[in-house]
């Protein structure tokens, strides 16, 4: 049975240029994955915007993921095994 991953891999989709995250973008992001601020306090800081404003909690999601990803690969954020 083939993983979700292996699906995922599979999948041929158009690359997204990665734009360089700031130190306090990067501190923003951390700071809601580790519960110190919500998905509401993120979106109010970033765009003065409510997450339920016009599509502005999937934004916000995206972004956070974007920032976590470049710290990642520009290594900010070192994974552990």
Same mark, same amino acid.
């Given at each position: =049975? ?9 999948? =041929? $989709?158009?690359k997204?240029? #990665? ?6 973008? @990067? +501190?923003?992001? #951390?700071?809601?994955? &580790?519960? +110190?601020? &919500?998905?509401g306090q993120?979106?109010?800081? $970033?765009?003065?915007?409510? &997450? *339920?404003?016009?599509? $502005?909690?999937?934004?916000?999601? *995206?972004?956070?993921? =974007?920032? #976590?990803?470049?710290? *990642?690969?520009?290594?900010? @954020? $070192?994974?552990?095994?």
């Amino acid at each position: =049975m083939e993983t979700l991953l292996e699906k995922a891999k599979k999948t =041929m $989709v158009r690359k997204a240029s #990665l734009k360089m995250a700031t130190d306090e973008e @990067i +501190e923003l992001a #951390l700071a809601w994955m &580790t519960d +110190e601020i &919500t998905l509401g306090q993120f979106s109010n800081a $970033v765009w003065q915007k409510k &997450t *339920y404003e016009n599509g $502005v909690g999937g934004k916000a999601l *995206y972004t956070i993921a =974007m920032w #976590l990803k470049n710290a *990642y690969k520009n290594g900010k @954020i $070192v994974i552990k095994n």
